[in-house]
C-alpha cells in the first residue's frame, strides 16, 4: 500500500468571519473526518503548520537565499498535512473527497510520497 500526502492549501485564513462557536464547529469536523480515516486504518500521520510562513530556501549548491514566507507573490499557503495509505491515486482521492477542508473554497493537492 502506497502512503499519500494531502497537503491542505488555502488562501490566508479570515477567521473573523467565524463566531467563536463556528471555528469549534470547524475543528470538530477535522477532528471527526481524522477520526473516521484512522478507524480505517488508512491514516498515517498529519499536522496543521504554524501560522508563521517559514522558510523558503532557493538556489543551487553554495549559491542560494533564504527568505522568510508567506511570499507577496503568493495568495496561497499551505495550512497542513495528513499522510494517508491507500491503494492508488483513485483511493486516495475517495477518502479526501470528504475532508472538510474543500466546504471552504480551499483545495487539497495529493502527492504520493517516494518509498524510502
Same mark, same amino acid.
Given at each position: 500500500?502506497?502512503?499519500?500526502?494531502?497537503?491542505?492549501?488555502?488562501?490566508?485564513?479570515?477567521?473573523?468571519?467565524?463566531?467563536?462557536?463556528?471555528?469549534?464547529?470547524?475543528?470538530?469536523?477535522?477532528? %471527526?473526518?481524522? %477520526?473516521?480515516?484512522?478507524?480505517?486504518?488508512?491514516?498515517?500521520?498529519?499536522?496543521?503548520?504554524?501560522?508563521?510562513?517559514?522558510?523558503?530556501?532557493?538556489? $543551487?549548491?553554495?549559491?542560494?537565499?533564504? $527568505?522568510?514566507?508567506?511570499?507577496?507573490?503568493?495568495?496561497?499557503?499551505?495550512?497542513?498535512?495528513?499522510?494517508?495509505?491507500?491503494?492508488?491515486?483513485?483511493?486516495?482521492?475517495?477518502?479526501?473527497?470528504?475532508?472538510?477542508?474543500?466546504?471552504?473554497?480551499?483545495? @487539497?493537492? @495529493?502527492?504520493?510520497?517516494?518509498?524510502?
Amino acid at each position: 500500500m502506497a502512503q499519500y500526502m494531502l497537503l491542505l492549501v488555502e488562501e490566508p485564513p479570515d477567521f473573523s468571519k467565524f463566531s467563536p462557536e463556528g471555528i469549534q464547529q470547524l475543528i470538530a469536523e477535522y477532528k %471527526n473526518w481524522r %477520526n473516521r480515516v484512522a478507524e480505517s486504518g488508512k491514516l498515517a500521520g498529519g499536522a496543521k503548520l504554524c501560522d508563521e510562513g517559514g522558510k523558503y530556501l532557493s538556489g $543551487t549548491g553554495d549559491d542560494f537565499r533564504v $527568505t522568510d514566507g508567506p511570499f507577496a507573490e503568493a495568495k496561497e499557503i499551505l495550512g497542513g498535512y495528513f499522510m494517508i495509505e491507500a491503494a492508488n491515486y483513485d483511493e486516495a482521492v475517495e477518502l479526501a473527497r470528504d475532508c472538510p477542508h474543500l466546504k471552504y473554497g480551499t483545495r @487539497i493537492e @495529493i502527492r504520493e510520497v517516494q518509498p524510502t
